[in-house]
């Protein structure tokens, strides 16, 4: 018992030092059971592969230049389209947020479109621009949009009105209150608001590579589907998850934080 | 006196979609936009009575919903005592946290391909997909609405004789569940879009089957109704059941939280 205690308490201290062995360590048993399931073949081999199958696999199509290919074609969607969601999103949702006006004939719309859901444009969409890039531009921009607006207007609404008319009596036109007060004040918010509609980007990059897609990591499961093999579905899987896993808790994560801690004293 | 201003918001709140309708009813047939683009709200409303009239329609809704039900069923059985027993332990959960956020990053679409070979084309594969949508995420919300209740609180309970049951009962369950309502309510948004996302691939009848079909023939009237159906659905689902549980929930129990 001593023993183990020791050990647990070595852990901890070297989870203290470096955090990503915090991470890492727990998918260990993960993997030790997988690899155990498939050597002694409870489920045929066709239809679950062991770690080392995907292991291969991976190397093989890093090998062959069609991963880096894919990896590279998924995140410059992603990216481009966080980008255009963001540059059109966040004027809007200043708008929304300081005009009652605009309030009451957008946000009713806003809360049905966004219900309509990215995939479901997806039909209508390839009618539009056909199998292509703009096709799944649109599909993240469209993602990615709401929940940006949606927490700009949060935002800007829960700035104080005392900070406004405090600006406004220290003689400020209304061009500086929306750099100087609103857009910082809505700062942590819209970041937030960022963060959870790539989130729901990064999901609708994956459906909309499934069914439209040419490349990228969704279509090569698809594919990888249409031909059977499962190896490559699951290493898709395995590469979706940690590049999000990537991207959330080491660039998205942080920048939340660190809004949060500069400007969030605004926010009540 | 309230009735009338509960009217005159619904009025505000009606109002845009009515000038919207207006629009589409004036400009697509103004313009002389090609019914393959676009359709005329007259052929949307068209298809909407003739799909409800034999049928169909409420066929598709009935599939996808039950669906839906059938898949957060099986998974909320299967979260929340999973989530409070890894939660109950602080050692336990912390190990576990980075495995049910990958988890849950994962949860959904990504499964489509594998869940159809798994299971066939057809129902196994699709409620597979939800239920992976909310699994994953409910439990892991669970898990962190357990560990987020004080210790002395349940110190507390403890130290007035709280048998197992009634811990569990009385403070686990309660502390935990407006984390757990809000787990409910993200999750079932990823499975609703895993819902669509994986009828358009593998199934013959549903919503999101209806869409895609309706492509094949450039029928755009009965795409822009899917659409719209999902998205009242959706609607409806969302702020007349979800978001009052989570509210009710989060007053009933939130203070409990951070006591």
């Given at each position: 018992?001593?023993?183990?205690?020791?050990l647990?308490?070595g852990?901890?201290?070297?989870?203290?030092?470096?955090?990503?062995?915090?991470?890492?360590?727990?998918?260990?048993?993960?993997?030790?059971?997988?690899?155990?399931?498939?050597?002694?073949e409870?489920?045929?081999?066709?239809?679950?592969?062991?770690?080392?199958?995907?292991?291969?696999?991976?190397?093989?199509?890093?090998?062959?230049?069609?991963?880096?290919?894919?990896l590279?074609?998924?995140?410059?969607?992603?990216a481009?389209?966080?980008?255009?969601?963001?540059?059109?999103?966040?004027?809007?949702g200043?708008?929304?947020?300081?005009?009652?006006?605009?309030?009451?004939?957008?946000?009713?719309?806003?809360?049905?479109?966004?219900?309509?859901?990215?995939?479901?444009?997806?039909?209508?969409?390839?009618?539009?621009?056909?199998?292509?890039?703009?096709?799944?531009?649109?599909?993240?921009?469209?993602?990615?949009?709401?929940?940006?607006?949606?927490?700009?207007?949060?935002?800007?609404?829960?700035?104080?009105?005392?900070?406004?008319?405090?600006?406004?009596?220290?003689?400020?036109?209304?061009?500086?209150?929306?750099?100087?007060?609103?857009?910082?004040?809505?700062?942590?918010?819209?970041?937030?608001?960022?963060?959870?509609?790539?989130?729901?980007?990064?999901?609708?990059?994956?459906?909309?590579?499934?069914?439209?897609g040419?490349?990228?990591?969704?279509?090569?499961?698809?594919?990888?589907?249409?031909?059977?093999?499962?190896?490559?579905?699951?290493?898709?899987?395995?590469?979706?998850?940690?590049?999000?896993?990537?991207?959330?808790?080491?660039?998205?994560?942080?920048?939340?934080?660190?809004?949060?801690?500069?400007?969030?004293?605004?926010?009540? | 006196?309230?009735?009338?201003r509960?009217?005159?918001?619904?009025?505000?709140?009606?109002?845009p979609?009515?000038?919207?309708?207006?629009?589409?009813?004036?400009?697509?047939?103004?313009?002389?936009?090609?019914?393959r683009?676009?359709?005329?709200?007259l052929?949307?409303?068209?298809?909407?009575?003739?799909?409800?009239?034999?049928?169909?329609?409420?066929?598709?809704?009935?599939?996808?919903?039950?669906?839906?039900?059938?898949?957060?069923?099986?998974?909320?059985?299967?979260?929340?005592?999973?989530?409070?027993?890894?939660?109950?332990?602080?050692?336990?959960s912390?190990?576990?946290?980075?495995?049910?956020?990958?988890?849950?990053?994962?949860?959904g679409?990504?499964?489509?391909?594998?869940?159809?070979?798994?299971?066939?084309?057809?129902?196994?594969?699709?409620?597979?997909?939800?239920?992976?949508?909310?699994?994953?995420?409910?439990?892991?919300?669970?898990?962190?609405?357990?560990?987020?209740?004080?210790?002395?609180?349940?110190?507390?309970?403890?130290?007035?004789g709280?048998?197992p049951?009634?811990?569990?009962?009385?403070?686990?369950l309660?502390?935990?569940?407006?984390?757990?309502?809000?787990?409910?309510?993200?999750?079932?948004?990823?499975?609703?879009?895993?819902?669509?996302?994986?009828?358009?691939?593998?199934?013959?009848?549903g919503?999101?089957?209806?869409?895609?079909?309706?492509?094949?023939f450039?029928?755009?009237?009965?795409?822009?109704?899917?659409m719209?159906?999902?998205?009242?659905?959706?609607?409806?689902?969302?702020?007349?059941?979800?978001?009052?549980?989570?509210?009710?929930?989060?007053?009933?129990?939130?203070?409990?939280?951070?006591?």
């Amino acid at each position: 018992m001593t023993a183990l205690l020791h050990l647990w308490g070595g852990y901890v201290r070297l989870t203290a030092r470096w955090p990503v062995i915090a991470t890492l360590v727990p998918f260990m048993p993960v993997l030790a059971l997988w690899w155990f399931v498939t050597a002694i073949e409870v489920f045929p081999r066709v239809f679950l592969p062991g770690p080392a199958d995907v292991a291969r696999s991976f190397a093989a199509l890093m090998y062959k230049g069609i991963l880096p290919d894919y990896l590279q074609d998924s995140v410059v969607r992603l990216a481009v389209g966080a980008f255009w969601g963001t540059v059109l999103g966040i004027p809007l949702g200043l708008l929304i947020g300081l005009s009652q006006r605009a309030h009451t004939a957008l946000w009713p719309l806003l809360l049905f479109f966004q219900a309509i859901g990215d995939i479901a444009w997806l039909a209508i969409l390839v009618i539009w621009f056909g199998y292509g890039l703009v096709t799944m531009t649109f599909v993240i921009v469209y993602t990615v949009i709401f929940p940006v607006v949606l927490n700009t207007v949060l935002g800007v609404r829960s700035i104080p009105v005392n900070m406004h008319r405090a600006a406004l009596s220290l003689g400020a036109s209304r061009l500086r209150i929306v750099w100087e007060v609103v857009l910082p004040g809505a700062l942590p918010n819209i970041i937030t608001g960022l963060r959870n509609g790539l989130g729901y980007g990064w999901r609708a990059l994956i459906a909309a590579e499934i069914i439209v897609g040419t490349s990228g990591i969704g279509f090569m499961m698809f594919d990888a589907r249409r031909a059977g093999s499962v190896v490559e579905i699951l290493l898709g899987m395995i590469i979706l998850g940690i590049l999000w896993y990537i991207v959330d808790n080491w660039i998205l994560a942080p920048i939340e934080r660190a809004t949060g801690q500069r400007w969030g004293l605004v926010t009540r | 006196m309230l009735r009338l201003r509960s009217l005159s918001a619904a009025a505000t709140f009606g109002a845009p979609f009515v000038v919207l309708l207006t629009l589409w009813a004036v400009l697509v047939p103004y313009f002389e936009v090609n019914p393959r683009l676009f359709p005329p709200l007259l052929a949307v409303v068209q298809a909407g009575l003739e799909s409800i009239g034999d049928g169909t329609l409420l066929q598709h809704i009935g599939a996808s919903l039950l669906r839906v039900l059938v898949g957060t069923a099986i998974a909320l059985v299967l979260a929340i005592p999973l989530g409070i027993a890894m939660g109950v332990s602080p050692l336990v959960s912390t190990f576990l946290t980075p495995l049910f956020r990958f988890f849950s990053v994962l949860a959904g679409i990504a499964w489509i391909p594998i869940a159809t070979l798994w299971f066939g084309y057809g129902f196994g594969a699709i409620t597979f997909v939800i239920f992976n949508a909310v699994f994953f995420i409910v439990t892991y919300n669970t898990l962190l609405g357990v560990s987020t209740i004080p210790r002395p609180v349940r110190n507390a309970a403890a130290s007035l004789g709280a048998g197992p049951w009634a811990m569990l009962t009385e403070v686990l369950l309660p502390g935990a569940l407006p984390n757990i309502v809000t787990g409910i309510r993200t999750g079932l948004g990823f499975a609703w879009r895993g819902l669509i996302a994986a009828e358009m691939i593998a199934t013959n009848v549903g919503l999101g089957y209806m869409l895609f079909v309706a492509r094949d023939f450039y029928k755009t009237e009965v795409i822009v109704l899917g659409m719209i159906v999902i998205g009242v659905l959706w609607l409806l689902l969302d702020r007349l059941i979800l978001a009052p549980l989570e509210r009710r929930t989060i007053e009933r129990w939130g203070m409990v939280q951070r006591a």
